[in-house]
């Protein structure tokens, strides 16, 4: 694989990052099912969703019908293997609820392959960062103080 075919590889792997996160976002089951492989698997820590309907039986699970909220993704690390039919990935997620606060911090651990010229997701693994209240650090709030809480 030549570095265009890898530029174009990662461009088109984003992308089906940041198609996940509307179609789920904006309740589109059929586009969103689209984008997993047959034999998908979805994990958070022990919990494991095996299968294209499973993983698509708790992501509609996630979202009632009149419950919206909004993914925030971070830029993706994407990496290409040399065989250009798979790759791995991360990305930092936000999931903002309707009322602004943040109901998800993770970074999403993902396998992907190509089956017939389109990137599809193989294992999406969900890192949770624990909520945790309080102030942030005294660093940041000396810098940034009047803009933060």
């Keep these: 694989m030549d570095a265009l075919e890898n530029l174009v590889a990662q461009q088109e792997i984003r992308d089906l990052s940041a198609r996940y996160a509307m179609f789920l976002d904006d309740h589109d089951w059929d ?8 034999d998908a698997v979805w994990s958070v820590g022990d919990i494991i969703f095996d299968g294209r309907p499973a993983v698509m039986g708790f992501l509609r699970g ?12 971070g830029q993706s690390l994407i990496e290409v293997n040399e065989d250009g039919i798979t790759a791995t990935g ?7 609820a309707q009322n602004f606060e943040t109901q998800v911090m993770a970074r999403y651990v993902d396998s992907y392959v190509k089956v017939d010229g389109r990137w599809l997701f193989k294992h999406r693994e969900e ?9 942030v650090s005294s660093g940041p709030m000396a ?5 933060m809480r």
Excluded: Q, S
């Excluded at 586009?31 to 047959?38: H, N, S, V």
């Excluded at 890192?127 to 102030?135: E, L, N």
């Excluded at 810098?143 to 803009?147: E, F």
């Design 90 to 96: 991360k990305t930092d997620v936000l999931w903002l």
């Design 143 to 147: 810098i940034g103080g009047p803009t």
């Design 127 to 135: 890192v949770a960062v624990a909520y945790r209240p309080g102030p």
């Design 31 to 38: 586009a969103l099912a689209r984008l997993w492989t047959e």
């Design 62 to 73: 996630c979202l009632i019908e009149d419950y919206f909220a909004k993914h925030i993704n």
